[in-house]
Structure formats: structure tokens, C-alpha cells
């Protein structure tokens, strides 16, 4: 059993930033792929940014492209989304989720956090 917790959400101004952690328990977070998904308002889970198991391969959603990092620091078993230029689009509760397979990141069946909410307001 993995459990996560997010942290570093809150009220920001557009164009400002916020760094989210996800601090795993449990086991290490070595074993498995990890990524970032949001849910905005009326909106469905949408996944923002992937990163394998050692951080070498990353993938992002065009939406956040050049604006947002995914990084991880499996010492401290916590994995990161640096978010740039944010844009009241932005604004979602923002979750984190592992998976032992990159590909399957996203599924219901994966670990996931409990959310935290990032509003951007214009």
C-alpha cells in the first residue's frame, strides 16, 4: 500500500507560481511511475504531468507545456509540480497518483492522494 499527500496548494494571483509536493508513505515511491492530475470545476480529471520511475522520462499536457515541472526525489519520497504562469484556467484540485506502469497512470486502480486545491485568480 502507497498513501500520498499533497501539499502546497492555495490562492495565487495569474501569472504567479506554486510548487505542489506529494509526500508518499507506505513504500517507496522508487517502484512506481508517478503523476500529476487535476479536476477543475465542472470539469473531468484531466492528467498534467507524467514522470517514470527515476525521473528520466517526463510528459506533460499541452496545456502546461513550458509552465509546469514535474520532478521527483525518490530519498525523500516525494515527487513535485512546479507551476509557472498560472492561469485562472489553472485553477483545479490538483492530485497525485502512482502506479507501478507509466501507462496505466490515471486509472482508478492506481494510488492516489486526497487532492489539493490551487485557484488562480485574474
Known amino acids: 500500500q502507497v498513501q500520498l499527500v499533497e501539499s502546497g496548494g492555495g490562492l495565487v494571483q495569474a501569472g504567479g507560481s506554486l510548487r505542489l509536493s506529494c509526500a508518499a508513505s507506505g513504500r517507496t515511491i522508487s517502484d512506481y511511475a508517478m503523476g500529476w492530475f487535476r479536476q477543475g470545476p465542472v470539469k473531468e480529471r484531466e492528467a498534467v504531468a507524467r514522470?517514470?520511475?527515476?525521473?528520466?522520462?517526463?510528459s506533460y499536457a499541452d496545456s502546461v507545456k513550458g509552465r509546469f515541472t514535474i520532478s521527483r526525489d525518490n530519498a525523500k519520497n516525494t515527487v513535485y509540480l512546479q507551476m509557472y504562469s498560472l492561469k485562472p484556467e489553472d485553477t483545479a484540485v490538483y492530485y497525485c497518483a502512482a502506479s507501478q506502469v507509466v501507462s496505466t497512470l490515471g486509472a482508478s486502480n492506481n494510488y492516489w492522494g486526497q487532492g489539493t486545491q490551487v485557484t488562480v485568480s485574474s
Open positions: 514522470i517514470n520511475w527515476n525521473g528520466a522520462s517526463t
